[in-house]
C-alpha cells in the first residue's frame, strides 16, 4: 500500500554560521514526529553574499550529519585532523558523537553554491562514541536507473538493490536523490516501521492528489510499504527515511543528548576546551 502524504510544511528561511541564507525545512519541532531526524536544511543561491563567509569553526556532539552538494565547492576541516573538498554531486557524512569542532569554508568566490545538510541523531548508546568522518565524490555514490528513465542516487540505505554509500546500524537511514522524466513515475518500498519525507528541489511533481513544490518539507504517513511519486515536469527529490529511536532529546543548539544534565555537561566541556578528548 503506498504512503499518503500527512502534512506539507513550507520552509522557513533563516540564516547559520557566519550569516549563511538557507532554508530550515526540519526544525526542533518536528524532531518527534520524524525521529531520528533532528534538522534539514536547503541552501541555494547565486550570490555570494549569501554564503561566502561559511560556517567557520562550531562544535557537535551527539549526532551526526550529512551533507550533500548540488553545485558549488566547500571545504570541511575539523579538529579530529580531517580534511575533505565537497563538490557537485558529492557527499560528506560526519559523526560528531562524543565531540568534534570543524568548519565548512565555500571555495569559491562567485557562482552557485547549492545543497542539503541533514541532521540524524545517534542513540544514546553511541552519543560518546569516537567521532568521524567520510566524504564521497559525485563518482563514488552508487547510483541506478529504472526502466522509466528515472536516476537514482543512493546516499544512504538501499534502494533497487543497489546499496549506496553510507549504511549506518540502528537508525537505518534511505538517503534517495531522484531525477524524475517528465511523466514518468518511481516507487520505494519502505519499512513500516520508519518514519519518511520528501523534498521536491526542482520542478513539479505529486503524491496522490498532493502536488509537491520546492521549498516544502512533505511528511508521509506510516499507513503502507511504499512510496510512489509522479512527475509532471522534469523533477529532482530527496526522498528520507529512518527509524525511530524513541528516546528522549534534548536539544541546545550544537549539541544533541538525552537530557539537561547531559546537555549542561557538554557545553562545560567545551567551554573548559574538553569536548573533543
Request: charge should be negative; glycine fraction near 10%.
Given at each position: ?24 525545512l ?23 553574499d ?10 557537535h ?18 579538529s ?63 547510483q ?63 503524491i ?70
Amino acid at each position: 500500500m503506498n504512503r499518503a502524504v500527512e502534512y506539507i510544511i513550507p520552509g522557513q528561511p533563516t540564516s547559520d554560521g557566519a550569516g549563511v541564507k538557507l532554508t530550515r525545512l526540519l526544525g526542533q519541532h518536528l524532531q518527534q514526529r520524524l525521529d531520528p531526524f533532528l534538522m534539514l536544511d536547503a541552501f541555494g543561491s547565486d550570490d555570494p553574499d549569501d554564503y561566502i563567509a561559511g560556517f567557520p569553526n562550531h562544535p557537535h556532539r551527539g549526532f551526526e550529519t550529512m551533507t550533500y552538494m548540488l553545485k558549488g565547492r566547500m571545504l570541511h576541516q575539523d579538529s579530529v585532523g580531517n580534511e575533505g573538498l565537497l563538490e557537485d554531486g558529492g557527499m560528506q557524512w560526519m559523526s560528531a558523537a562524543r565531540g568534534v569542532i570543524h568548519s565548512e569554508i565555500p571555495q569559491q568566490e562567485n557562482g552557485v553554491m547549492a545543497g542539503f545538510q541533514l541532521w540524524i541523531n545517534l542513540p544514546a548508546a553511541t552519543k560518546m562514541s569516537d567521532p568521524w568522518y567520510k566524504d564521497f565524490q559525485r563518482a563514488d555514490i552508487p547510483q541506478y536507473q529504472t526502466p522509466e528513465g528515472v536516476e537514482v542516487t543512493v546516499l544512504a540505505g538501499t534502494s533497487g538493490g543497489v546499496t549506496g554509500a553510507i549504511e549506518r546500524p540502528t537508525t537505518e537511514p534511505l538517503v534517495l536523490a531522484a531525477h524524475l522524466p517528465a511523466t514518468s513515475h518511481f516507487s520505494q518500498t519502505l519499512p513500516p516501521s520508519h518514519n519518511a519525507f520528501v523534498v521536491l528541489y526542482e520542478g513539479s511533481a505529486r503524491i496522490g492528489k498532493h502536488a509537491l513544490a520546492p521549498h516544502q518539507l512533505v511528511i508521509l504517513s506510516n499507513q503502507g510499504d511504499q512510496i510512489t511519486i509522479e512527475a509532471d515536469t522534469d523533477a529532482k527529490l530527496l526522498i528520507v527515511a529512518g527509524k525511530p529511536l524513541n528516546e528522549p532529546i534534548s536539544q541546545y543548539g550544537p549539541f544533541v543528548m538525552n537530557s539537561t544534565e547531559q546537555i549542561q555537561t557538554a557545553l562545560q566541556d567545551f567551554r573548559n576546551g574538553t569536548l573533543t578528548v
